[in-house]
């Protein structure tokens, strides 16, 4: 869920949101509503995902062959210019 933030200048937050029907309970007789913000972990999911993005782009389509190797020389993975030499 997210809500618009208007003491922040009009900024959307994010919400974890937990609903507890307390209808039964008679000292409550409603809904019970957590909210949780999660905005700044999906401001940094965001930012990792186009960090990742950007290096998927730069290793898969490199003029250059570029390897990823384990310690054990394993090799993890290589790019398509790799492949050529």
């Known amino acids: 869920m997210w809500s618009r933030d208007e ?3 009009g900024r959307w937050r994010w919400f974890d949101v937990i609903v ?7 000292s409550v ?3 019970v509503a957590n909210l949780r913000d999660i905005t700044e972990r999906k401001a940094s999911e965001a930012a990792l995902n186009e960090a ?6 730069a290793f898969d389509d490199a003029p250059i062959g570029i390897g990823l190797v384990a310690l054990n020389g394993r090799i993890l993975r290589a790019n398509r210019a790799m492949a050529v030499l």
């Open 52 to 57: 990742q993005a950007v290096f998927q782009h």
């Open 29 to 31: 007789e409603g809904w």
């Open 20 to 26: 507890t029907n307390l209808m039964e309970d008679p």
């Open 7 to 9: 003491g922040r200048r």
